[in-house]
């Protein structure tokens, strides 16, 4: 157990709908990453906010944001969903700001979108 | 544009057997960091390594080692005596700029080790 959590672990909607899909990190990291996991696409660095702010953005669309609130919870927002964002999505905390500093992944969201 | 090849789409082994997984990357930048990822069919995603672009020291750690060589963009990752509980996807990955601005991961090699 990485001390990662995700919610929830699976979520069915469909196209044109909004979701958003909750994480929270290990107990005194500041980081947290977005990233995505599809079959077309492969894994893909989405976000990264350390303490609240926003530090890198990777290949996120527009449709898509996410937040860290001041209790280091992050939330990803999807909306208007296409076919193609079903995915896996993992977050992943770490205690430093930068990618160099070690990441501990959570179990991950499976978001199907028919 | 960043890029990292993984060339080995699936390896199939004997356990026991030594595997290498290759790594190859391609980057403008001076400073970069360079990772690996383990993710069985459980589905989580494991961190395994991490090195900069100044560290060309190659690592072991058990049963794994990586072999890090700027000389031919390579980060490739060895598993010594394989066994069953090694199957899974391994990721490479290359992340840039100080903030890990562009972080690219490679398309994955998918391991099995059969016994």
């Known amino acids: 157990d990485s001390g990662v959590t995700q919610t929830p672990k699976h979520l069915i909607t469909a196209t044109g709908q909004r979701v958003t899909l909750r994480c929270s990190p290990r107990?005194?990291?500041?980081?947290v990453y977005w990233y995505q996991q599809s079959l077309d696409q492969g894994l893909q660095f989405l976000i990264h906010?350390?303490?609240?702010?926003?530090?890198a953005k990777g290949n996120i669309l527009e449709r898509f944001s996410a937040q860290q609130f001041p209790d280091l919870h992050s939330e990803l927002n999807l909306s208007s969903l296409e076919l193609g964002d079903s995915a896996l999505y993992f977050c992943a905390s770490s205690d430093g700001g930068s990618p160099y500093n070690e990441q501990f992944f959570g179990p991950g969201t499976r978001l199907t979108v028919l | 544009a960043q890029k990292v090849t993984q060339a080995q789409t699936e390896i199939s082994v004997v356990e026991k057997e030594d595997v290498t997984l290759d790594c190859v990357y391609e980057?403008?930048?001076?400073?970069?960091?360079l990772f690996w990822y383990k993710q069985p069919p459980s589905g989580e995603l494991v961190f395994l390594i991490r090195r900069n672009s100044f560290d060309e020291q190659n690592e072991i750690s058990g049963r794994y080692s990586w072999n890090f060589q700027k000389s031919t963009s390579s980060f490739n990752f060895t598993i010594t005596a394989s066994q069953v509980v090694d199957s899974a996807v391994y990721f490479c990955?290359?992340?840039?700029?100080?903030?890990?601005?562009?972080?690219?991961f490679g398309p994955g090699t998918r391991l099995s080790v059969l016994p």
């Open positions: 906010y350390y303490n609240g702010e926003e530090r």
């Open positions: 980057t403008r930048d001076t400073t970069y960091y």
């Open positions: 107990s005194g990291d500041l980081s």
């Open positions: 990955a290359l992340s840039e700029g100080d903030y890990g601005q562009n972080f690219v």
